[in-house]
C-alpha cells in the first residue's frame, strides 16, 4: 500500500473509492433517483439483456445519471425481450421492450433525461397487489 | 475493481458471528462462483446491524431487502431466487410483529424509522476489515481538516461548542476535559479510549469496534493533535476478541496509509496508537481504575484530584474518553459544532446509542437523538413487551443507573432529565421489565453483580453492599419487616455519600429507584410476606382448588417430597410444610386444580 501524504492525497482516494460503495448509498434513498430494471430471465438474458444492462450500469455512471441498475425475473413480455422497467421519481413506472444497445441509448438520452417518451415502450396490461408497506 | 451491480452484506457483529455468518458469506460465495455471478455480485461482511434479535441478517442492496435469521443453506435460495430471478424470498423476510406481514424494504420496518444514525453511521454500511471502504466514507478527512487547517484551540473549541457529552455514563463535557488535559503542560500526554464496557446488557462500544473501528482511531489522533499527546492507547477487554481483531487490523492498516505514525499528512504531526488489554472488570471502567490497570497495578480506582488530566498513565497528563463519545469526534468535525448541537435537548446535544435487553420483542442495538422519549424507544422501535405482557418498568444505566417506572414513559431521554427521574444515562443499557419481574428480586440481582465486582479498596462498598444484599435476600424469603425497609433506604443514602468511586456511589441506585417507584410491592413483601409477581419463592403458597380438583392422584404421584395426600376420587390437600414449590404438580395437572397464590 502506498502512504497517504497528504491532504489532498486522501481526497484523491476518496473519489477513487467512492464508486465501490455507490450501490449502498444510492440504496438509502432509491426513490429519489432513476431506477432500472432489467428483465434477466432466461429469455431475457438470451436476447441480450446482459449486454444492456452492463450497458445502463456503465452509461448511466459516465453520463452522470443517479440511478440504481438491478436485474428481476421474467416480467412476461417474452415476444419483445429484452424489457427493461425504467421509474423515475414521482412518477409511475414504464416498460420498454426490444431494447438492444441503441434503444438503450435513446431510453438515456431522451426519457431519463428529459422525460420525452421513445419508441418500445409497453402498455402495462396488468396489476399487482402490493405487499403492505 | 470490477462492476458490481449488487451488494450483499452480511453482519459479522458477534452475535450474527455466532450464529454462523461466517458460514453464510462462504455459502453465498460458493453459490455466486457456481453460478458465475462472481463479477457482478459483491459478499461482504459488516459490522453490527443492531438488529441483533433476529440475526443473522444478510442485506441485499441496492433494493434494501433485510432477510433475518438466515442459515447457511438458505443461501442457494438467496442466489438462485433474489439475484437469478429477482424474487424476494418471501419466507426470509422480516415481519412486522403486529400485522404479520412481510416488510420486503427495511426502511419501512418501525424498528429503523426513528432512529438516527451518527455514531453507528457505518456499522452494517461498510467492512470494518477494509480501509478504504471507510476513506470512502469521508474516513480520515476530519482528521486531515484539523491538521492542515485548525489550531488545537479551534479544534477544542467546535467540540466544546457542541455540546458533545462523554457516553461512559457520567455526562461531562468532551471539551472542557480536552481543555483541562491541554491546559495541563509536560513532555508527554496519553489519549486513551475506555473501551472497557462492564454494563450487563450494554454492548454498542463493541459493536462500534466491530463495525467501525477506523471512527476511534481517526479521532483518537485528533484528540492526540488536540491535547498534544502522540500516544493513544485503547484498554479493552480480553473478552471481546472480535473487536480486538478488527481493530488490530484496523491499526494496522492505518499505519501502513501513513494515518497513524510520523509525520501525518506532511504535517509533522505523529501520533500512534497500541492496545492493551483487561480482565474484564467492572471497576475498571471509572478512569483511575483503568488507568492503574494498565501501569499493570491493582485495578482500583483513587481519589481525584489529582484528575487523569493533571496526573493519569505514567503520572502525566491523560485524556480518557469512552468509545462512543470518540467516534462522533470525526463527524462533529467535518459538519460542525452548529450542526451536532441542533440535534438534541437544550442540555444533551446529538444522539444516544442504546442497547435494548430484556423482556422486548427488538432486541438490539439503537441509536436515536436526545430527547427520544421512553415510549417511543420501547414500542415503537422495540417493538414492545413480548408475549403481550404489561410493562412494568425499565432499568436504564445497567447496574449503577435506576428502575423507571409507567409514569415515567414520556419522558425525554436525556442526562438530566434521567437523573432528575432517579436514574442515570450510563453507558445506555435498556432493560425492559414485564409484570412477571418482581422488584425485590431484581435490586437483588443488580447488586449481586456489584457485590461481585466491588474491589473492595472502600468499606462503605464493600460492606454496605454486602450488607443490603443480604437484607434483599431476608425480605425475599419473607423474613423482612418494615423497619428493614427503613434500614434499606438509609444505608442506600449512606453509601452514596461515602464510597471512594463512582461504582459504590451508584452501587444502591437500582434499590432506592424501586423502592420509590414499586413501594406497594415491598411493603407486600414484608407486611403479606407475598411476592405480586410471583417471583419470590419462599413466599408463594401452592393450593388445591376443591372446585376443579377429581382426585385422579397425578399431582400426588409427581410430587417428589411426598406434599401432597387425598384418597382416589378425593379432593386432594397440599401441605405447605412440606411443599418445596418446584410446580411439578401445577404442570401434571390436568383440570386446573392447582394454583398459586
Not at chain 1, 438509502?28 to 432513476?34: A, F, G, L, Q
Not at chain 2, 442526562?415 to 437483588?444: P, Q, R, T, W, Y
Not at chain 2, 465486582?453 to 419473607?478: F, V
Request: net charge neutral.
Amino acid at each position: 500500500m502506498s502512504k497517504i501524504t497528504s491532504l489532498a492525497d486522501l481526497k484523491k482516494k476518496r473519489e477513487e473509492l467512492k464508486s465501490g460503495l455507490d450501490i449502498r448509498i444510492k440504496a438509502i434513498n432509491p426513490e429519489t433517483i432513476v431506477q432500472v430494471k432489467v428483465a434477466m430471465a432466461t429469455c431475457g438474458i438470451a436476447s441480450g439483456a446482459k449486454t444492456v444492462m452492463e450497458f445502463f450500469l456503465e452509461q448511466l455512471e459516465r453520463r452522470n445519471v443517479a440511478a440504481v441498475v438491478t436485474q428481476t425475473g421474467c416480467m412476461g413480455y417474452c415476444y419483445a425481450e429484452p424489457t427493461i422497467e425504467v421509474k423515475l421519481p414521482g412518477k409511475d413506472p414504464v416498460v420498454f421492450g426490444f431494447v438492444d444497445l441503441k434503444r438503450a441509448d435513446q431510453i438515456i438520452e431522451k426519457y431519463i433525461k428529459t422525460g420525452e417518451l421513445v419508441d418500445g415502450i409497453i402498455p402495462m396490461n396488468y396489476q399487482t397487489i402490493d405487499l403492505k408497506e | 475493481m470490477s462492476k458490481y451491480s449488487m451488494h450483499l452484506l452480511v453482519c459479522g457483529g458477534t452475535g450474527c458471528h455466532a450464529s454462523e455468518s461466517d458460514a453464510i458469506v462462504c455459502n453465498l460465495r460458493d453459490e455466486l462462483e457456481a453460478k458465475g455471478l462472481m463479477d457482478s455480485v459483491q459478499v461482504i461482511l459488516t459490522g453490527c446491524f443492531g438488529f441483533c434479535e433476529k440475526g443473522p441478517i444478510v442485506k441485499v442492496m441496492p433494493d434494501n431487502t433485510f432477510y433475518v435469521q438466515v442459515k447457511p443453506e438458505d443461501a442457494q435460495e438467496i442466489v438462485d431466487e433474489h439475484i437469478i430471478k429477482g424474487r424476494k424470498v418471501t419466507r426470509l423476510l422480516y415481519r412486522d410483529p403486529v400485522t404479520r406481514e412481510p416488510v420486503s424494504d427495511s426502511k419501512h420496518m418501525g424498528f429503523f424509522k426513528k432512529q438516527l444514525r451518527i455514531v453507528l453511521r457505518n456499522c452494517g454500511f461498510i467492512n470494518p476489515e477494509n480501509i478504504d471502504e471507510y476513506i470512502a466514507r469521508d474516513g480520515y478527512q476530519a482528521l486531515g481538516k484539523v491538521l492542515t487547517e485548525m489550531t488545537p484551540e479551534e479544534v477544542i473549541k467546535v467540540v466544546k461548542d457542541s455540546g458533545q457529552r462523554g457516553r461512559g455514563g457520567a455526562g461531562f463535557s468532551t471539551g472542557l476535559k480536552w481543555e483541562l488535559a491541554r491546559n495541563n503542560k509536560s513532555d508527554e500526554k496519553y489519549v486513551v479510549c475506555n473501551a472497557d464496557e462492564g454494563d450487563p446488557g450494554a454492548f454498542m462500544d463493541r459493536s462500534v469496534l466491530e463495525g467501525d473501528p477506523h471512527s476511534v482511531l481517526e479521532a483518537m489522533a485528533i484528540c492526540g493533535y488536540s491535547i498534544g499527546a502522540s500516544n493513544g492507547l485503547i484498554y479493552i477487554r480480553a473478552e471481546y476478541p472480535l473487536a480486538i481483531e478488527r481493530l488490530k487490523i484496523a491499526i494496522k492498516q492505518a499505519q501502513e496509509y501513513g494515518l497513524l505514525g510520523k509525520d501525518i499528512f506532511g504535517t509533522g504531526f505523529n501520533f500512534d496508537i497500541k492496545l492493551r488489554y483487561g480482565a474484564g472488570a467492572f471497576v475498571c471502567g471509572e478512569e483511575t481504575a483503568l488507568i492503574h490497570s494498565m501501569e499493570g497495578l491493582r485495578g482500583e480506582p483513587t481519589v481525584k484530584p489529582p484528575f487523569p488530566a493533571e496526573a493519569g498513565y505514567l503520572n502525566k497528563p491523560t485524556n480518557v474518553n469512552n468509545v462512543e463519545t470518540f467516534a462522533a469526534i470525526p463527524v462533529i468535525i467535518l459538519k460542525g459544532a452548529k450542526w451536532f448541537s441542533s440535534i438534541g435537548t437544550e442540555k444533551s446535544k446529538g444522539t444516544k446509542v442504546f442497547a435494548l435487553a430484556g423482556k422486548i420483542n427488538n432486541v438490539g442495538l439503537i441509536e436515536v437523538p436526545m430527547g427520544t422519549t421512553l415510549r417511543e424507544v420501547i414500542f415503537e422501535i422495540g417493538g414492545g413487551i413480548r408475549n403481550g405482557k404489561k410493562f412494568k418498568g425499565i432499568q436504564t444505566g445497567g447496574p449503577s443507573g435506576g428502575c423507571l417506572s409507567e409514569k415515567h414513559l414520556d419522558t425525554p431521554i436525556d442526562f438530566d432529565n434521567l437523573i432528575a427521574a432517579g436514574s442515570i444515562m450510563g453507558s445506555g443499557a435498556m432493560i425492559v421489565l414485564d409484570e412477571d419481574d418482581c422488584m425485590v428480586s431484581m435490586a437483588k440481582f443488580f447488586l449481586e453483580f456489584t457485590v461481585e465486582e466491588s474491589c473492595g479498596k472502600c468499606a462503605p462498598c464493600r460492606i454496605g453492599n454486602k450488607r443490603l444484599h443480604e437484607l434483599l435476600g431476608q425480605i425475599c424469603e419473607g423474613k423482612g419487616s418494615l423497619d428493614d425497609l427503613d434500614r434499606l433506604r438509609n444505608m442506600s443514602v449512606v453509601i452514596k455519600d461515602t464510597a471512594l468511586c463512582g461504582l459504590g456511589q451508584t452501587s444502591p441506585n437500582p434499590v432506592l429507584s424501586m423502592m420509590d417507584n414499586y413501594y406497594d410491592e415491598y411493603v407486600a413483601h414484608v407486611t403479606d410476606k407475598k411476592c405480586p409477581a410471583g417471583q419470590c419463592k419462599s413466599l408463594l403458597e401452592y393450593v388445591v382448588n376443591a372446585e376443579n380438583c377429581v382426585g385422579c392422584t397425578a399431582c400426588a404421584r409427581v410430587c417428589p417430597v411426598n406434599a401432597i395426600s387425598g384418597e382416589r376420587k378425593e379432593v386432594h390437600l397440599i401441605d405447605p410444610s412440606i411443599c418445596i414449590k418446584c410446580g411439578a404438580c401445577i404442570e401434571k395437572c390436568k383440570f386446573d386444580a392447582i394454583f398459586i397464590r
